[in-house]
C-alpha cells in the first residue's frame, strides 16, 4: 500500500512520542493546550505503519536498504 521509509530507531522514536502525547491528552484533562497533544496520533500511526507522508513528499527513508 504505502512504501515503508521509516527505519527501525526512528519507528521507535516515533511510537514512544505518540504515546507520551497521548498520554498527557489522558492525563491532564484541565489543561488549557489538551487538544493539541492529539497531535500524537500522527507518529504513533507513522511509527506503527513504518511510512510518513511527509518524508515521501521530501524524498527522505531512514529505513536501511535490503539487499
Not at 38 to 54: D, E, K, Q, W, Y
Request: aromatic residues 8%; proline residues 6%.
Amino acid at each position: 500500500m504505502f512504501k515503508t521509509n521509516v527505519g527501525g530507531i526512528d519507528r521507535i522514536l516515533r511510537i514512544v512520542a505518540g504515546l507520551a502525547l497521548l498520554a498527557a491528552f489522558f492525563l491532564l484533562p484541565d489543561a488549557s493546550y489538551r487538544a493539541v497533544l492529539l497531535i500524537g496520533i500522527v507518529p504513533l500511526l507513522t511509527g506503527l505503519f513504518s511510512t510518513c507522508p511527509l518524508y515521501t513528499l521530501l524524498g527522505l527513508n531512514t529505513c536501511p536498504v535490503k539487499g
